[in-house]
């Protein structure tokens, strides 16, 4: 079965440190992917994309993400996390025959001052 | 600025009683969709529309309904039906309805049903 995969429900980093989110996947044809933001309150805003080509894909806000076909892996990264990169954060996966996306179910992002 | 507006952002009602959630885009989209948000699940899919005067069932239709008159307007009705109707509401459009086409979504409407 198609499936997304977000193992962390919830992430703590502190100000000024690194990030990185798993998003995991399982899908029988060749996925396009992506990575959606939510703040609280609010609907989902894209941040970025993959659908070929460079593996390493940049977003916006100074998120990137890396596709590796041979782990099913689809992680979201960011050097730096400000205070205001606080959201829920989703990985979804969809293919070009297939109007409904998979959505993975989140992934908390806290910030410690 | 183009977008997707959703009204109104809180909405209450007693049990038993339908609601018509709105959902305008003026993003000349073709695809609509209508999703359901509940904590710890992600986003679940209730109804979408590829065009005017069409739509179709997602994963969780049941107790909802929807029209598409207008390529602008795709109006949810929460019905007596269904059995926990708690829960925020997504509206998203997008330019086709290929998965290589991305959402834009409104900010969603919270709907709660005592």
């Known amino acids: 079965a198609q499936s997304v995969t977000q193992p962390d429900i919830h992430i703590t980093v502190s100000e000024g440190a690194s990030l990185e989110l798993r998003c995991n996947y399982s899908y029988g044809a060749t996925p396009y992917l992506f990575w959606y933001v939510q703040s609280p309150g609010q609907g989902l805003q894209l941040l970025l994309k993959?659908?070929?080509?460079d593996t390493l894909v940049q977003g916006i806000k100074g998120f990137e993400a890396e596709f590796k076909r041979s782990q099913s892996s689809f992680n979201l990264r960011k050097p730096s996390v400000h205070w205001s990169d606080a959201a829920e954060y989703f990985c979804?996966?969809?293919?070009?025959?297939?109007?409904?996306?998979?959505w993975g179910a989140g992934t908390k992002l806290i910030i410690k001052p | 600025d183009g977008g997707i507006t959703q009204s109104p952002k809180y909405l209450f009602r007693k049990e038993g009683q339908n609601v018509t959630l709105s959902c305008e885009q003026n993003?000349?989209?073709?695809?609509m969709y209508w999703y359901r948000q509940d904590p710890g699940q992600g986003l679940r899919l209730i109804y979408y529309s590829q065009i005017v005067n069409d739509f179709q069932k997602g994963d969780i239709a049941e107790g909802y309904s929807v029209s598409r008159e207008k390529k602008e307007s795709f109006p949810l009705t929460v019905t007596s039906a269904q059995k926990n109707p708690t829960a925020f509401y997504l509206c998203?459009?997008?330019?086709?309805?290929?998965?290589?086409?991305?959402?834009?979504f409104g900010n969603g409407t919270r709907l709660t049903v005592t």
């Open positions: 979804a996966v969809g293919d070009d025959s297939n109007y409904q996306l998979i």
């Open positions: 993959y659908f070929s080509g």
């Open positions: 993003l000349n989209h073709d695809a």
């Open positions: 998203a459009s997008a330019g086709t309805d290929r998965g290589n086409s991305p959402l834009h």
